[in-house]
T-cell receptor
Framework: NAGVTQTPKFQVLKTGQSMTLQCAQD?????MSWYRQDPGMGLRLIHY???????DQGEVPNGYNVSRSTTEDFPLRLLSAAPSQTSVYFC?????????????FGNGTRLTVT | EDQVTQSPEALRLQEGESSSLNCSYT??????LFWYRQDPGKGPEFLFT???AGEEKEKERLKATLTKKESFLHITAPKPEDSATYLC???????????????FGKGTLLTVNP
């Protein structure tokens, strides 16, 4: 199993550009989520999904869109990149059954917006 | 609002020098407390889940304990390869998809010198 796979690993954008961060998991996890990690701020939840066709906002959703058309994939879209979105983005997934199923993380996408 | 505070922010130990990391939390109802390890450039890696006060879990040189207000990660006779950032997170009782989200602390950066 590959686990949670994120692409790209690194990305540089200019202010106003759009892009999609990809996330795929092969563990048949129903729950998927996106976090951003900033120095001194810890991991903050952006959006999450409990299954195909179902998404919801987390703590810091502004400027980001998500969709969930399949169980495996959960892309994160930046509509118009801003320097404040410079961060490391992590995708994480878990089972729904057993509410204490741990989150499994990908290795992140490091995004710089200039 | 769920809150997780970790201390110290950074800890430097000599190889073999045992110590503890602290995680204090405030939640409306605790479903589970999680410890993760994060190496530079990688995603968080799951270590332990604790469910109720008094519970303890061990893995090699690490032991996690839980009270009603805090958790400790005890590191016995650490080695340089234990150097990493250790993250604490809580999952609170809630409705719908919020049952599954984790709220993270900012982490403790542990450095073990040979």
């Amino acid at each position: 199993n590959a686990g949670v796979t994120q692409t790209p690993k690194f990305q540089v954008l200019k202010t106003g550009q759009s892009m999609t961060l990809q996330c795929a998991q092969d563990m048949n996890h129903e729950y998927m989520s996106w976090y951003r990690q900033d120095p001194g701020m810890g991991l903050r939840l952006i959006h999450y999904s409990v299954g195909a066709g179902i998404t919801d906002q987390g703590e810091v959703p502004n400027g980001y869109n998500v969709s969930r058309s399949t169980t495996e994939d959960f892309p994160l879209r930046l509509l118009s990149a801003a320097p404040s979105q410079t961060s490391v983005y992590f995708c994480a997934s878990s089972y729904l059954q057993g509410a204490n199923s741990p989150l499994h993380f990908g290795n992140g996408t490091r995004l710089t917006v200039t | 609002e769920d809150q997780v505070t970790q201390s110290p922010e950074a800890l430097r130990l000599q190889e073999g020098e045992s110590s503890s990391l602290n995680c204090s939390y405030t939640v409306s109802g605790l479903r589970g407390l999680f410890w993760y390890r994060q190496d530079p450039g990688k995603g968080p890696e799951f270590l332990f889940t604790l469910y109720s006060a008094g519970e303890e879990k061990e893995k090699e040189r690490l032991k996690a304990t839980l009270t009603k207000k805090e958790s400790f990660l005890h590191i016995t006779a650490p080695k340089p390869e234990d150097s990493a950032t250790y993250l604490c997170a809580v999952r609170a009782l809630g409705g719908g998809g919020s049952n599954y989200k984790l709220t993270f602390g900012k982490g403790t950066l542990l450095t073990v010198n040979p």
